[in-house]
């Protein structure tokens, strides 16, 4: 008995920051993103039939090419993913995936590759007919063991992870993320500008990054910290009120930083470009009143994200303020992308 199904997923860029963790990928504070449009990964999983082992049988091929390093990761999810996805040791795997996007520019290829794995999985469950729970809901549960932030991949639009309160009610679950359906409709289209500072690999690996919060000195009061910004956001969300949005996106970035800097082993992972731009585009923002703000994931390079209102002129400013300043003077441009996942019968 043999199948294959295939999805693709988007990358997603945090508003509000998941920084530490606890127990089993739970996060010690609730965030909320934007999935993005073209960035994603496309992934395609077939399954043959073969006789039961003790061990996970499997290939993983990256634009065509076996890839083991990224293998233990699949490993580590399956074994993470327990009792309930047993059945997929009768079958030998095959995954071969691809991403739309480069390595190491600021676009989480982890949120979107482990979304994709996840929702095949769970294709590859609902086939057989061992899938328990609702769809997207599993998926997002299964992609949280991979990655965390991946759970917030699994829809368009915006999507929040771990529990907050928002309007005196408590939401959210620290398993699983959820979409975020109250957006003002001036929030409807938002922009990406992934400006290119550096694209070393990563001089922090994410799983190292989580663990300096283990005992950060600052720890309570960054989860304080954090459901407020949570609040703030998602009201500024609501109501299409951009200053708090602002307001908020740049406190996220700056505290994500910060927290590095001063952990008990500190990384400066911002480069002197990167303190350049932002100058700049608070400067810019200044002179223009242009509705723009960034944020940053954690490495060197910038997200400057604008309504769709200020798409001349932000692009008018990246091509003539700050492509000087950016890697081969490279950027992408990417915006947030309503759809969320996507199926395909393979
Ligand atoms: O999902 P991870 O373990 O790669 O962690 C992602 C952490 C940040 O990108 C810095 C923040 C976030 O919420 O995406």
């Not at 400057?304 to 002129?313: D, P, Q, V």
């Amino acid at each position: 008995m043999t199948g294959q199904v295939y999805w693709e997923a988007p990358s997603n860029i945090a508003l509000v920051k998941y920084w530490g963790k606890k127990g089993l990928q739970l996060p010690c504070n609730p965030s909320v993103s934007l999935s993005l449009s073209l960035s994603k990964t496309q992934t395609s999983l077939k399954w043959v039939k073969k006789e039961r082992t003790d061990e996970f049988s499997f290939d993983f091929f990256f634009e065509g090419e076996k890839k083991c390093l990224f293998e233990k990761k699949i490993e580590a999810l399956l074994e993470r993913i327990g009792p309930s996805f047993s059945f997929v040791k009768d079958y030998h795997l095959e995954f071969r995936s691809s991403n739309t996007f480069p390595h190491s520019v600021g676009i989480a290829s982890s949120a979107s590759s482990m979304a994709s794995f996840a929702l095949c999985l769970c294709s590859m469950a609902k086939a057989l007919g061992h899938l328990d729970g609702p769809f997207y809901e599993k998926a997002s549960f299964i992609s949280r063991l991979g990655s965390g932030s991946a759970c917030r991949s699994l829809y368009g639009g915006v999507a929040s992870w771990g529990e907050f309160s928002w309007q005196e009610k408590k939401l959210g679950s620290d398993l699983f993320a959820t979409p975020v359906s109250k957006v003002h409709e001036d929030f409807s289209e938002i922009l990406d500008f992934i400006l290119i500072v550096d694209s070393s690999p990563k001089a922090v690996s994410s799983t190292v990054g989580h663990s300096l919060m283990n005992g950060h000195p600052f720890l309570e009061a960054r989860i304080t910290q954090a459901n407020k910004n949570m609040e703030s956001v998602l009201d500024a969300l609501y109501k299409g009120d951009w200053e708090t949005f602002q307001n908020v996106v740049e406190n996220e970035a700056l505290t994500l930083h910060s927290l590095m800097m001063n952990s008990v082993t500190p990384f400066i992972l911002m480069k002197p470009q990167t303190f350049l731009l932002i100058e700049k585009i608070k400067n810019f923002r200044e002179k223009t009143g242009a509705k723009c703000c960034f944020t940053l994931d954690a490495g060197p390079n910038l997200h400057l994200l604008c309504l769709k209102s200020e798409e001349n002129l932000v692009r008018k400013f990246v091509q003539e303020e700050c492509k000087k300043h950016l890697e081969n003077g490279r950027w992408i441009e990417d915006k947030m992308g309503k759809d969320g996942p996507k199926f395909e019968e393979a």
